[in-house]
């Protein structure tokens, strides 16, 4: 769920829409709403969570966005030659590095409030973390092969078509042809959740220093899954480049200049909320690990 949650931030700078301010500037409201989908908190711990966020948020403004910024301006600039394979794999790197940076940062807030849930609290968000399980496997492993593939396309085309605008009948039909190549992956995604949720079930017993114990299984997840589940991901995810790198060079004048706009106006967000500084009130804790 740390991951997911994470993931919702920068996603909210990945969107590349006027509402990216709007949402980045309201996390401290939207992180409690998005828990709340999972665990019930009383009042005394939603103070708790507000008081936990606020140094939390406020070093991912001062620390992160600047380097969210360059990584953006460092994309933008490749546009000036044909993308390269390399290129396209060190940026996808820098993002996923961001990302374990700020999962490894979101375990501190985290932890505080699992420490303060109730017995039945954390069985009310284990229940909610197995019906999500529950649902992602009738929505998934219902599919057969070429419904897999269509809806992988589908999601593909949607996030080529926000940045490049309307795609081509030939970038669809080269965008087809790479989709066939992909391997199915949702059951073995789903079966590597499902063993985590055992084990993360097992950790919320909050036997003594369960914290280190999970941030430790935590840091591990990605090095612990199994050897089929890391060659389909390294083989989809070559796939999914080439398809991108693809389009990205064949791009007309026209996508081009959507693309360049739309890369310009999140440059101009996160410039804006770098400018802004922390929010008011809002300090940035140290932690030993950092120095």
């Not at 932890?111 to 954390?122: F, H, I």
């Not at 802004?276 to 940035?284: E, I």
Request: glycine residues 2%.
């Amino acid at each position: 769920m740390s991951r997911t949650l994470v993931a919702c931030l920068l996603l909210t700078l990945l969107a590349g829409c006027s509402s990216t301010q709007f949402f980045y500037n309201r996390l401290d409201f939207f992180v409690p709403w998005y828990l709340g989908d999972y665990v019930s908190l009383d009042r005394s711990q939603d103070a708790l969570l507000e008081n936990e966020l606020q140094p939390f948020l406020a070093w991912h403004r001062q620390d992160e966005l600047p380097r969210y910024l360059e990584l953006l301006e460092r994309a933008e600039r490749s546009l000036e030659q044909p993308v390269t394979r390399d290129q396209l794999t060190a940026l996808t790197l820098e993002a996923e590095q961001a990302l374990d940076r700020l999962q490894h940062r979101a375990l501190d807030w985290m932890l505080v409030l699992g420490d303060a849930l109730r017995e039945e609290q954390v069985q009310e968000f284990m229940l909610a973390l197995r019906e999500q399980q529950a649902e992602y496997e009738e929505k998934y492993l219902e599919r057969d092969d070429a419904h897999y593939r269509d809806d992988a396309c589908e999601r593909l085309q949607d996030n080529l078509r926000r940045y490049l605008g309307r795609l081509q009948t030939e970038q669809k039909t080269r965008l087809a042809v790479a989709c066939a190549n992909l391997r199915r992956s949702d059951s073995v995604w789903l079966a590597e959740r499902a063993a985590w949720l055992d084990r993360l079930d097992m950790l919320l017993q909050r036997e003594h220093d369960w914290q280190t114990s999970l941030r430790q299984a935590v840091a591990q997840r990605r090095q612990s899954v199994s050897i089929e589940y890391r060659t389909i991901w390294d083989a989809n995810t070559e796939v999914i480049q080439l398809a991108v790198i693809d389009l990205v060079n064949s791009r007309t004048e026209r996508q081009d200049a959507h693309l360049r706009r739309e890369l310009g106006k999140l440059r101009e967000d996160l410039v804006a909320l770098v400018e802004q500084g922390p929010a008011k009130g809002s300090q940035v804790a140290t932690t030993a690990d950092e120095a």
